[in-house]
T-cell receptor, first 119, second 116 residues
């Protein structure tokens, strides 16, 4: 399996319900981010959680991170039809650049969860 | 402040032709990344560039693919002799200078390449 796997692969709910998506990863991370992608469009950054944080909120979004289990969850409360999209988690990896320093830049994305919110 | 710009948004090429995808990072950003998204999949890292330097190309296919980020002008992802399997959405992202927040990537709208 790949770094940054989400489950479920697809989730279908009614407007007003909560949606929970999970992400698991394999290697140590510096931080984990969640993105949304509407069909045929680019990615929109939702929220970033650092490896030393356990929970973060942003509006109707709540993200948790359990580094011991190498997993994260994204909760969308009181969902709306406009929340219909694919959701991806992304972890970063550190890179040794040519000049011997350490830099970050390679995001590893999961396969995504397709969320459908029915009006 | 304009976001990351990519053009063209859609590109159709016949097998064997060349595809050139352009990416202009956000103003002031000096780090550019290219990702590929196959249908129904997540994004896969291809290459990370700074001005005039390729930092990490571990995700780039060894043949037919190349990328550059010249001192002036946009970053270019070039695919020679395209095949049907190259059909995908190609996303560019950029991050602020300084190297401290390279995970903070802003994505462009993508170029959807279709090879017929």
């Amino acid at each position: 399996s790949q770094q940054g796997e989400e489950d479920p692969q697809a989730l279908s709910i009614q407007e007003g319900e909560n949606a929970t998506m999970n992400c698991s990863y394999k290697t140590s991370i510096n931080n984990l981010q969640w993105y949304r992608q509407n069909s045929g469009r680019g990615l929109v950054h939702l929220i970033l959680i650092r490896s030393n944080e356990r929970e973060k909120h942003s509006g109707r979004l709540r993200v948790t991170l359990d580094t011991s289990k190498k997993s994260s969850s994204l909760l969308i409360t009181a969902s709306r039809a406009a929340d219909t999209a694919s959701y991806f988690c992304a972890t970063d990896a550190s890179l040794e650049d040519r000049w011997g320093g350490t830099s970050y830049g390679k995001l590893t994305f999961g396969q995504g969860t397709i969320l459908t919110v029915h009006p | 402040n304009a976001g990351v710009m990519q053009n063209p948004r859609h590109l159709v090429r016949r097998r064997g032709q060349e595809a050139r995808l352009r990416c202009s990072p956000m103003k002031g950003h000096s780090h550019v990344y290219w990702y590929r998204q196959l249908p129904e999949e997540g994004l896969k890292f291809m290459v990370y560039l700074q001005k005039e330097n390729i930092i990490d190309e571990s995700g780039m296919p060894k043949e037919r693919f190349s990328a550059e980020f010249p001192k002036e002008g946009p970053s270019i992802l070039r695919i020679q002799q395209v095949v049907r399997g190259d059909s995908a959405a190609y996303f560019c992202a950029s991050s602020p200078p300084g190297g401290q927040r390279l995970y903070e990537q802003y994505f462009g709208p993508g170029t959807r390449l279709t090879v017929t």
